[in-house]
C-alpha cells in the first residue's frame, strides 16, 4: 500500500521539528534541513526521552519502595527490544512518521488514525502532567501548592505561558528550547554524580513498600516510569531526516535508548539514598530536596528547583509544538479536520489552540476533583495512550514477520526478530496493564472518541472522492488502498 500525503513531522524534540522539511498546501518544497548522521540521531533520542518527569519521579514511585529501581531494569529490556523492532521497521519504510506510517502502511488508514489520534493525546495529556510536575518546583520558590485551586492556576498559567511562546513563532520556540535544554541537564547529572558521594543506604526504606506482591509492584511503578521513556520512538518518527535510515535509526534508538536509562537509574538511585524514604514519598520537589540534603541549607535545592522549572516550562514549550504537528500532519493527510494544517509564522495555530484548552480543561479536572495524585493519574493515562502506537508498530511487525514479507536473510534471523518484536508486543500489552483501571478508563474513553471522528472524517473523504471532477482533474479512488 502506497501512503499519499505528509507523514507525521519529527517528534518529539522541537528544535529538530523546526528544520524539518514542510509543504506548501500547493505541495511544492520548502525549506529542507539538512539531514543528520548517528550522533546527532543518539543525542535526538536521548534528549527527547530525558524530558521534564524525571524531576518529579523518584518521588512517584518512592511509595512502592526499592522494588521499582527493578522496574527501571525491567523496562530498559522492554524498551531496548521496542527500539530494536522500530530500528527493523524503519530499515523497511525509512519514512518520517514512525507508528504512523508503520500502522497505516500494514493495517490501512483506520490504524494510521488510531496511532497518529492516541499519540496526540498522548502529547496533550503529557503536557497537563509536565505542568503539575513544574507546580511541585514552583512551590519550592512561591508557595502556590497549599490548595487545590492555587496549584490548579499555577498548572494552568505554565501551559499558557508556552503556548504563548508558539502563538508568536517558531523562532520564540526554539530560543526558548535552546536555554532549556542546556538547563536540563545540570539538576540531572548533579545529582546523578554528585549523589553517589552522599549515598546512604539506611534512606532507601523497604524493598517492597507497595503492599503487594513484588510482581504487581513492578508492573505498577514501571506503569508511572513509561512517561521517563516516552521518545524511545524519536528516531524512527524522523526517519525521513536520518542519514542511511535503514542502518542508524535503530542503532541511535538502542544506543540514545539507553544512555537515557543510565541517567534515570543513577538519578532516582542517588535521590532514593540521599532524601529519607519517608520524607521522599510526600515529596514534591525530590531532586531539590535531594541538593539540600547533599549540601545542606536551602539554596541548592531552590537553585535546583529554578533550574528544574525552566527545563519543564521549555520541555512543554517543544511538547506544545509537537502536539500540534501532529494532528497537522494527519490533516494533510485527510484523517484529521482540516482546520488543523492552518499555520501562522511556521506553527500550526489551530493544533496549539486546540491543545492547550483540552490540556487546561483535564489539569482543572483532576484537581478539581480533589485528587491528591494529580501527576500519577495523568502519567498513567499516558502510559496507556502511549502504548496504542507502540503496540500498533509491534503488530505492524509481526505481520510482516508472519507473512513474510520481512528482509531476513536467514531463518535464525527470523526467529530472532520474532522473538524481540513478541517482547516488545507483550512489553506493551504489560505497561498498559500496569495502568491500572482509572487510567485505562480515562484513556479509553479519550481513545473511543477518536472512532467517532474517524467517521466523520471517513464520510466526508467518501463524500468527495464520489463527487464529479473537474475537467481535465483526474477521477481518483480516495485513500484507502
Known amino acids: 500500500m502506497h501512503v499519499t500525503g505528509t507523514a507525521p513531522l519529527p517528534a518529539p524534540a522541537p528544535s529538530e521539528t523546526l528544520a524539518a522539511p514542510v509543504e506548501d498546501p500547493q505541495g511544492s518544497p520548502g525549506r529542507h534541513a539538512r539531514r543528520f548522521g548517528l550522533p546527532v540521531a543518539t543525542a535526538l533520542v536521548m534528549g527527547n526521552i530525558i524530558g521534564g518527569g524525571i524531576f518529579l519521579l523518584p518521588a512517584s514511585i518512592a511509595p512502592y519502595g526499592t522494588v521499582s529501581l527493578v522496574a527501571f531494569g525491567v523496562l530498559t529490556i522492554g524498551a531496548i527490544a521496542l527500539a530494536l523492532t522500530f530500528g527493523k521497521l524503519a530499515a523497511r519504510d525509512p519514512r518520517t512518521g514512525g507508528p504512523y506510517v508503520y500502522a497505516r502502511e500494514a493495517f490501512g488508514d483506520f490504524a494510521g488514525f488510531l496511532a497518529a489520534w492516541s499519540y496526540w493525546i498522548t502529547t496533550w495529556v503529557s503536557n497537563a502532567a509536565l505542568a503539575v510536575a513544574a507546580v511541585g518546583y514552583l512551590d519550592v520558590l512561591v508557595p502556590v501548592g497549599g490548595h487545590h485551586w492555587t496549584a490548579c492556576l499555577a498548572a494552568l498559567v505554565i501551559q499558557w505561558l508556552p503556548a504563548l511562546a508558539n502563538f508568536a513563532g517558531t523562532r520564540y520556540v526554539g530560543a526558548v528550547q535552546l536555554v532549556s535544554t542546556v538547563l536540563k541537564f545540570v539538576p540531572l547529572l548533579l545529582v546523578a554524580v554528585g549523589g553517589l558521594f552522599f549515598f546512604d543506604p539506611s534512606r532507601l526504606g523497604p524493598f517492597n513498600s507497595s503492599g503487594h506482591g513484588a510482581i504487581g509492584a513492578v508492573s505498577a511503578s514501571a506503569a508511572l516510569l513509561l512517561f521517563s521513556y516516552l521518545g524511545v520512538e524519536s528516531a524512527a518518527v524522523s526517519a525521513g531526516e536520518v542519514r542511511n535510515a535503514r542502518r542508524n535509526v535503530g542503532r541511535a534508538t538502542v544506543i540514545g535508548t539507553a544512555g537515557a536509562a543510565l541517567v534515570y537509574l543513577l538519578g532516582t538511585l542517588s535521590v532514593f539514598g540521599t532524601v ?109 495512550t502511549a502504548t496504542v502506537p507502540y503496540l500498533l508498530a509491534t503488530a505492524a511487525q509481526l505481520f510482516h514477520l508472519v507473512s513474510g514479507r520481512a528482509d531476513s536473510v536467514n531463518r535464525a534471523r527470523l526467529v530472532r526478530d520474532f522473538v524481540i518484536t513478541a517482547v516488545a508486543a507483550g512489553f506493551s500489552l504489560w505497561l498498559m496493564a500496569g495502568a491500572g483501571y482509572a487510567a485505562v478508563y480515562q484513556g479509553a474513553l479519550f481513545l473511543f472518541a477518536g472512532v467517532i471522528v474517524y467517521a466523520v472524517m471517513t464520510a466526508r473523504r467518501s463524500r468527495g472522492t464520489t463527487a464529479e471532477p473537474a475537467v481535465g482533474e483526474p477521477v481518483t479512488a480516495g485513500r484507502h488502498g
Open 276 to 384: 529519607p524514604h519517608h520524607r521522599l514519598v510526600d515529596s514534591t520537589a525530590p531532586f531539590s530536596d535531594a541538593v539540600n540534603a547533599m549540601f545542606g541549607g536551602s539554596w541548592g535545592g531552590w537553585a535546583v528547583a529554578l533550574a528544574a522549572l525552566v527545563s519543564m516550562v521549555g520541555c512543554l514549550n517543544g511538547w506544545t509544538l509537537l502536539s500540534a504537528q501532529t494532528p497537522y500532519a494527519a490533516a494533510r493527510d485527510g484523517l484529521f479536520p482540516a482546520a488543523f494544517t492552518r499555520r501562522r509564522r511556521g506553527v500550526p495555530t489551530v493544533g496549539v489552540g486546540v491543545t492547550v484548552v483540552l490540556a487546561s480543561l483535564l489539569t482543572a479536572y483532576n484537581y478539581l476533583s480533589g485528587s491528591g495524585k494529580v501527576f500519577e493519574v495523568l502519567v498513567l493515562v499516558t502510559t496507556f
